[in-house]
Structures are given as structure tokens and as C-alpha cells.
């Protein structure tokens, strides 16, 4: 299984923003649906976006869409999360994962150390 690693979270205030990364290593993801999942304290890790290997499609759960944007680099070796307009309940950990699209489910059962992000309010 390839291994991720995400980056680019912090503290930042409401309305603001922040662009996440993911990375691989011992492998690439080049080839594969890749998607951004989310949890805060307390709840399940949940849905937030996910773009097609080919970069042509994609998804996103309905309380981002029109400020999150998920897209990769021309390489497919570096995944990003755009996220603007930040609210208060963006606050969570983010992680990326290999999805199972439509169902925008992960498929590795290993996750990567995540990357936190705050938002104030």
C-alpha cells in the first residue's frame, strides 16, 4: 500500500484560508480515484472531496462545495485541498486516501498522520 502524508493545516480565522497537500511515498498515486476526508473530536471521519485519476471528475460533500477545491498536480504525485471562505465547523483533522467513487468510501485501511486544521470564530 502506498503511503501518504498530508500537510499545509493551521490556525486560521473564519472566512479565511488554507491549502492542504498530500504526498506519497513507496509508491504513487497516479493511478488511482484519490480523495480528502475529514473528523473532529467525537465524530466519525467523514467525506469532504474527491477528483478521478485522470483529474476529469470531480466530487464534493455538499457543505463545501463552492468553497473547497480539490485538484493534483500534472505529475498526479501531489494532491491538493483549496479551501476558502473557512467556517468554524471546517475545524477537523484532514487526511487523504484512495476513494471508492460513488461511494466515496477510503479503500486504504491505512491512514496517514493527518494535518489539523483550526478555524476560529
Known amino acids: 500500500q502506498v503511503q501518504v502524508e498530508e500537510s499545509g493545516g493551521g490556525l486560521v480565522q473564519a472566512g479565511g484560508s488554507l491549502r492542504l497537500s498530500c504526498t506519497a511515498s513507496?509508491?504513487?498515486?497516479?493511478?488511482?480515484?484519490m480523495g480528502w476526508f475529514r473528523q473532529s473530536p467525537g465524530t466519525e471521519r467523514e467525506f469532504v472531496g474527491a477528483?478521478?485519476?485522470?483529474?476529469?471528475?470531480?466530487d464534493y460533500e455538499d457543505s463545501v462545495k463552492g468553497r473547497f477545491t480539490v485538484s493534483r498536480d500534472g505529475a498526479k504525485t501531489t494532491l491538493f485541498l483549496q479551501m476558502d471562505n473557512l467556517k468554524f465547523e471546517d475545524t477537523a483533522v484532514y487526511y487523504c486516501?484512495?476513494?471508492?467513487?460513488?461511494?466515496?468510501?477510503?479503500?486504504?485501511?491505512?491512514w496517514g498522520p493527518g494535518t489539523q486544521v483550526t478555524v476560529s470564530s
Open positions: 486516501n484512495r476513494v471508492r467513487w460513488g461511494a466515496w468510501e477510503a479503500i486504504w485501511a491505512s
Open positions: 477528483i478521478s485519476w485522470s483529474g476529469n471528475y470531480i
Open positions: 513507496g509508491g504513487t498515486f497516479s493511478d488511482y480515484d
